[in-house]
């Protein structure tokens, strides 16, 4: 009874090789087909090609950027402005690594070039690669966002990148560590700012990102 057994359970080696290639071969035509279960992304997808009029845009775009971002109002520890919209769009249209380098620039020429007098400071130059980062892995090549998915996006960024990162920022800048009550002040307030600043942000967000008209212009432009 125990040999009798024992041949049943056997497996053929041949077939158990041909069945762990097929198992293999058509797990892998299922992750990578559109319709399958999962559509796996690689660094390729998220950092495309792009052609003269696409790098002409993106151009415009970090223009665009530059100039919405000297456009800030408040003191320096509660500084608030429009640089996002622009950030947005890069995001939706170019992907995270094109948005990433583009912010870095931006940032660098806004630092030095643009500003006189100030020694460059490399924290606000990883703030915006991050939020770009941030933006771009939710936003790209989306035709259209949820509200869900923009809500939840301008969280993260205003909470990483505005309260944490452009925080320790400001306080290193201005030598505050040491000055406790400096520190809950300026904490409490730019937490409330993003509190604020959080519904405002992303209806617009929503608004432009999901413009009618853009998108024919994204459209055009990205055309195969």
Known sequence: M?????????IPKRRFNRDIIT???????TLHHKGGVFKMKTLKNYFPRLDTKQVALLGLLAALLLILSRFTFGPDWLKFGFSFIASGL???WYGPIWGAFVAFICDFIGATILTSGQPYFPGFALSAIVGALIYGFSFYNRDHLSWTRVIVTTAIVLVVVNLCLNTIWVITLQNAWHNSGMLK???STRALKQLVFWPIQSILLYVILNNKQLDRLR???FAR
């Open 2 to 10: 125990r040999q009798v057994l024992g041949k049943r359970n056997v």
């Open 23 to 29: 198992t293999f071969t058509v797990t892998s035509e």
């Open 90 to 92: 890069i995001a939706k």
């Open 185 to 187: 002040t300026m904490v």
């Open 219 to 221: 459209a055009d432009i």
